[in-house]
């Protein structure tokens, strides 16, 4: 087949695996007429005791699927029939197993009964993933047309359709049941989802905006209810991005934290900014139940790149007891201004400035972050992704003849020079040495912040953006002059979210608030800083934003994903919105 034909037969087969019942009477309405498709909109297509379920989070369905008082199957069939509607509203959805997943559900069903106690901590909670993880009786095409009918663009491999990468198999152990896999950016190096088999995926908040990239399909899944937490990786941004531009709670572990093994990618071998997993979902509280499930599952068995490191409730513990103990006990987070190459929007501001003042209110310090150049750092990482020049991007896209989707062509448009070993080398060394200045800053912090500790996490811009509108992700690095090759490499990933990559920092982010037309209004006489600026400043419209969610993120030191979270929690329920 041509590509054009492989790629509509396997949408459409997509398609099919939605139930009759469950199908839209008529096409969602256009966003000029619909633009928030959350909420009441959806739900006028669910029963009562399907909205009742969907729109409890991780933490309380399992709490009743534990005990008996839900099944398993009453809760997969519920959330299998709002993915599908989600999918149709938005395109977010990759791959459809819902009739495995529905007998997993009465297997898990029977297992109680029989036993009287559940198989795990997540017995019965749908669980999505994004199509980069393999799972049994799945293909996986991570976007592109030419790894239909394969194991990553391979035949005959003997892995088709029953290799399972680690990360799921450990989910099914704990009794969750997986179901839909999410839509992600061919290649998935883009701060948008797009590919040729389902083409573009929407924000569900806002259809005139991107759901972000590349976990953007379970972004925007999760953003309409269709699964209570999910999991996604982050390179560059992948999982902050969707998880902000959605309006969800995620985080970005350091590398081996999480297990890594058997998973597809691009690039694979790459190992000088590793790509890792993470989850997403509607409350800090869903993220800590799936991390601390994983952990238990002694991941460090089963992937060499895991470190062993259970979950430490003692990380998160110390962060209660300082806020707990009042007169004195306090906590103290960095404020990032920005980059200095671009500035934010008036709503990412605005959201900041909700941030810091909610921690000031709190009794907590706000110390100015000014670390070593953001611009050094990010110019290692752009590198990093150009070690092969393109050669394995492009021979994924030579498989079908497809072609490539604007965000990817603009750095993988044409083949470039590889690097060699002792170029590599290079950045690794850069790499190294920049760490270890931004540590040394972080460290030198304790002198500012009055409470004897360096600061203990730095709020920050996920982007300049709340989101970004379709073609218009207009900022991805810093403003040093480059030559024309390197221009092109920058232009790809997110600067704002990439350096935490190059650091391997543990970052979460936090939902605020929603764009206001009314309050976050053009700067008016607003004088850009350079050519990227003024791209950025003339992208926002609050006519076009309104309503759009805005976040931020909380940047944590290397392995502090237990104290990140903790952290995120106080200011989540101090801000009000923290989903319980």
């Not at 997993?104 to 036993?115: G, I, Q, S």
């Not at 997540?122 to 009918?149: A, C, R």
């Not at 939902?511 to 309050?519: A, G, H, Q, R, S």
Request: net charge negative; glycine share 10%; hydrophobic share 40%.
């Amino acid at each position: 087949m041509d590509w054009q034909t492989l790629a509509k037969t396997k949408r459409d087969s997509i398609n099919a695996l939605i139930p009759v019942s469950w199908r839209l009477p008529s096409p969602t309405p256009p966003a000029t007429k619909q633009r928030n498709v959350t909420g009441k909109y959806i739900q006028q297509f669910l029963s009562p005791r399907e909205v009742e379920i969907t729109e409890t989070d991780a933490v309380g369905i399992v709490k009743q699927t534990t005990v008996g008082l839900w099944t398993a199957l009453e809760v997969t069939k519920a959330f299998c029939h709002r993915a599908a509607l989600a999918h149709q509203m938005v395109n977010c959805l990759h791959e459809i197993f819902f009739e495995a997943a529905l007998a997993d559900a009465r297997k898990l069903d029977e297992y109680y009964v029989k036993n009287g106690k559940p198989v795990g901590p997540l017995h019965g909670l749908p669980v999505s993933l994004k199509d980069q993880f393999h799972v049994k009786g799945v293909e996986t095409t991570m976007g592109y047309v030419g790894w239909i009918n394969t194991f990553e663009g391979r035949t005959e491999t003997g892995k088709e359709r029953v290799f399972e990468s680690e990360l799921a198999s450990s989910l099914r152990r704990l009794g969750a049941i997986l179901y839909v896999k999410t839509a992600v950016p061919h290649t998935l190096m883009a701060g948008e989802t797009i590919n040729n088999i389902i083409t573009y995926t929407w924000n569900p908040t806002n259809r005139f905006l991107a759901c972000g990239g590349s976990s953007g399909g379970e972004g925007a899944l999760i953003s309409l209810k269709g699964s209570p937490v999910g999991f996604g990786t982050d390179i560059g941004g992948s999982i902050r991005i969707p998880a902000a531009f959605n309006g969800l709670y995620g985080i970005r572990p350091s590398s081996g934290r999480l297990p890594y093994e058997g998973m597809a990618n691009s690039m694979d071998g790459q190992n000088s900014i590793l790509s890792v997993v993470g989850p997403l979902a509607t409350s800090v509280g869903a993220l800590k139940l799936v991390i601390k499930g994983v952990l238990s599952q002694e991941p460090w068995l089963h992937d060499p790149l895991v470190a062993e490191i259970p979950w430490r409730d003692e990380q998160e513990k110390a962060v209660l007891d300082i806020v707990k103990a009042g007169g004195g006990g306090r906590l103290a987070f960095g404020y990032m201004k920005g980059d200095g190459a671009v500035n934010l929007h008036p709503p990412v501001r605005r959201a900041i400035d909700i941030v810091l003042k909610t921690a000031e209110r709190l009794g907590h310090k706000i110390v100015d972050w000014e670390p070593p150049s953001h611009q050094k750092g990010l110019d290692l990482a752009f590198k990093t992704w150009l070690f092969d020049g393109g050669a394995d991007v492009h021979a994924a896209f030579a498989l079908s003849g497809e072609p490539m989707a604007g965000p990817v062509a603009a750095t993988y448009g044409t083949l470039k020079e590889q690097y060699t070993a002792s170029q590599i080398a290079a950045v690794n060394v850069g790499k190294r040495a920049y760490q270890k200045e931004y540590m040394d800053y972080w460290n030198s912090t304790s002198a500012l912040t009055g409470t004897g500790r360096p600061v203990d996490a730095v709020i920050a811009a996920v982007a300049p953006f709340a989101a970004a509108r379709p073609d218009m992700y207009s900022y991805y690095g810093g403003n040093t002059v480059l030559s024309e090759e390197d221009v092109t490499a920058k232009l790809m990933m997110p600067g704002f979210s990439t350096i935490v990559n190059i650091l391997d920092y543990s970052t979460s982010v936090l939902p605020v608030t929603k764009v206001d037309k009314n309050i976050d209004v053009v700067d008016v006489g607003y004088v850009p800083l350079n050519a990227q600026d003024e791209k950025v400043h003339l992208a926002y419209d609050p006519e076009i934003f309104d309503g759009a969610h805005v976040s931020v993120q909380i940047i944590g030191r290397r392995f502090q994903e237990e104290k990140v979270l903790a952290l995120t929690e106080i200011l989540g329920d101090a801000l009000g919105n923290h989903v319980v």
